[in-house]
């Protein structure tokens, strides 16, 4: 979840975020327009308006995204081969003295600055393996890179020009999705913009919002966030109670419905992250086969690099580890490639914890990020250990009904989950839970011990080491394929 830039703690309306309404409204119509530039022309244009944007929004603390990346740049200078470690050292380091910054005597930075830091660490690290894999590749005396020998790589170091063209540009400033150097630098060069659909999966990708927005409006009226913090809450019976974080939920999920589908719009518009269906484009990382056009058939394109929620999948999918990929896809495919692999742990559930932590960590320093993201693994071991022990156990009739009450646990996990991310603080998010007697945390626990008790620990193991082995797989070969790092 990327609570840059819609303040997670107030689920109303603010003008900061009437702003951010402005900005991404205003990109879409935009887009279209840098479609008539060329090449030089579109990266200044895009430069220069994603710094207006920055400076009219964060002042002053536009020199934190600043410092940021000239930070960056000088690390990748210095020291490629060691670039990805030290960059994500220097981006989370520096987020730590953003958020403690007052601490130092310094202003507050404006919510835009976060939106804008946020991001711009993401860029930052994901840059960081790019180069490592261009220098990687360029010393096994690869003759040419006109054709790069591996998908998505770079044909050359970028410049600083480059980097802060890429770090500034205007698409998704504030709001998403996180995009790679390398899909910045095919959308700056794309020989016939013009020719690539625009029109019709933008007005797509658009055609559900004023629905979720509606919907936001209307269930947020008649459930405040605010009033779970009052004693009258308290009062009520247990089931309103419980019945609350549903529908607190229901408005997170259309206000980020509504707000990421106008930010893929936007992208949509401009013609960032086209690539033609065959590349099998994955959401951040852009393609993952090699591809080239065929001038005998006519190129079918999708925009999967951009994507950023799947809405419908994110409702409807059954497990709670499924849940995450098709929330924010765009993180999760960072997360996924740069901090997953390389965590401290071996056993899937650790690691998942760690990445979680990582994200929360991302996030911010709120507490409420901590108990949410933590809980995740919790409940993956849960659902992990309930389908060793007893769907594997079931006949196809019994696997259907167990998979339905497993959706509704899921639903009731992202939602309990969902008051610590928008509580933000411990006492208001533990006075909740305790409100409902820790359901969640309970229900999960007794998952786990129930599959120990029927002999599913030991299949669960073995499960969770195949599903470890695949994963870890299926990164080193989608970083083969781009070159990264896979140490």
């Known amino acids: 979840m990327h609570s840059g830039w819609i303040s997670a703690g107030q689920i109303a309306m603010s003008p900061d975020?009437?702003?951010?309404?402005?900005v991404?409204?205003?990109?879409?119509?935009?887009?279209?327009?840098?479609?008539?530039?060329?090449?030089?022309?579109?990266?200044?244009?895009?430069?220069?308006?994603?710094?207006?944007?920055?400076?009219?929004?964060?002042?002053?603390?536009?020199?934190?995204?600043?410092?940021?990346?000239?930070?960056?740049?000088?690390i990748i200078k210095s020291s490629w081969r060691h670039a990805p470690a030290l960059s994500l050292g220097w981006t989370f380091l520096y987020l730590l003295f953003f958020r403690l910054v007052t601490k130092f005597g310094l202003p507050s930075p404006t919510p835009f600055?976060?939106?804008?830091?946020?991001?711009?660490?993401?860029?930052?690290?994901?840059?960081?393996?790019?180069?490592r894999s261009f220098h990687v590749e360029k010393k096994k005396d690869v003759s040419s890179f006109a054709?790069?020998?591996?998908?998505?790589?770079?044909?050359?170091?970028?410049?600083?020009y480059d980097i802060l063209s890429y770090s500034y540009c205007y698409v998704g400033i504030m709001t998403g999705p996180f995009f790679r150097f390398q899909t910045y630098i095919d959308w700056v060069r794309q020989p016939s913009p013009l020719v690539l659909p625009g029109l019709t999966p933008c007005l797509q990708r658009l055609k559900l919002v004023p629905v979720y927005g509606a919907l936001f409006l209307a269930v947020n009226s008649v459930f405040p966030l605010a009033y779970v913090?009052?004693?009258?809450?308290?009062?009520?019976?247990?089931?309103?109670?419980?019945?609350?974080?549903?529908?607190?939920?229901?408005?997170?999920?259309?206000?980020?419905?509504s707000a990421w589908c106008g930010a893929e719009a936007?992208?949509?518009?401009?013609?960032?992250?086209?690539?033609?269906?065959?590349?099998?484009?994955?959401?951040?990382?852009?393609?993952?086969?090699?591809?080239?056009?065929?001038?005998?058939?006519?190129?079918?394109?999708?925009?999967?690099?951009?994507?950023?929620?799947d809405c419908y999948n994110t409702d409807f999918c059954v497990k709670v580890r499924h849940g995450m990929r098709y929330w924010n896809m765009t993180v999760q495919w960072w997360l996924h490639h740069y901090i997953?692999?390389?965590?401290?742990?071996?056993?899937?559930?650790?690691?998942?914890?760690?990445?979680?932590?990582?994200?929360?960590?991302?996030?911010?320093?709120?507490?409420?990020?901590?108990?949410?993201?933590?809980?995740?693994?919790?409940?993956?071991?849960?659902?992990?250990?309930?389908?060793?022990?007893?769907?594997?156990?079931?006949?196809?009739?019994?696997?259907?009904?167990?998979?339905w009450v497993h959706w509704f646990l899921k639903m009731r996990a992202y939602d309990y989950m969902c008051m610590g991310f928008v509580l933000l603080n411990a006492p208001d998010t533990i006075n909740y839970w305790m409100s409902i007697y820790f359901i969640v945390h309970v229900i999960a626990v007794c998952c786990i011990l129930v599959g120990r008790v029927l002999k599913g620990g030991r299949k669960e193991g073995r499960r969770g080491e195949k599903e470890e082995k695949r994963e870890g797989e299926k990164i080193d070969n989608d970083k083969k394929k781009s070159g990264e790092k896979t140490d």
């Open 266 to 309: 936007g992208c949509i518009s401009a013609g960032l992250g086209c690539y033609p269906e065959k590349a099998l484009s994955k959401p951040g990382g852009g393609p993952t086969v090699d591809y080239s056009p065929d001038p005998t058939t006519e190129e079918k394109y999708d925009f999967k690099t951009i994507q950023n929620i």
């Open 229 to 257: 913090r009052t004693e009258d809450f308290l009062d009520q019976n247990v089931f309103y109670r419980m019945f609350y974080m549903v529908a607190i939920f229901f408005v997170f999920r259309m206000r980020f419905y």
């Open 340 to 403: 997953y692999p390389n965590a401290p742990f071996k056993a899937y559930t650790l690691r998942a914890g760690w990445t979680m932590f990582i994200s929360a960590y991302w996030h911010g320093l709120h507490p409420g990020y901590y108990l949410s993201f933590l809980t995740i693994p919790l409940c993956i071991a849960a659902e992990s250990a309930m389908e060793a022990s007893v769907r594997a156990k079931l006949g196809p009739r019994g696997q259907n009904i167990f998979d």
């Open 113 to 131: 600055a976060n939106a804008v830091q946020l991001l711009l660490t993401l860029k930052m690290v994901s840059l960081a393996n790019e180069v």
């Open 24 to 74: 991404l409204a205003a990109s879409i119509p935009v887009g279209f327009l840098f479609r008539y530039l060329s090449p030089p022309v579109k990266q200044g244009a895009a430069l220069l308006l994603g710094l207006s944007i920055t400076i009219a929004t964060c002042h002053i603390h536009t020199l934190h995204s600043l410092v940021t990346v000239i930070g960056t740049w000088i």
């Open 17 to 22: 975020e009437l702003v951010y309404l402005g």
């Open 147 to 160: 054709k790069s020998p591996v998908v998505g790589g770079l044909s050359q170091e970028p410049s600083i």
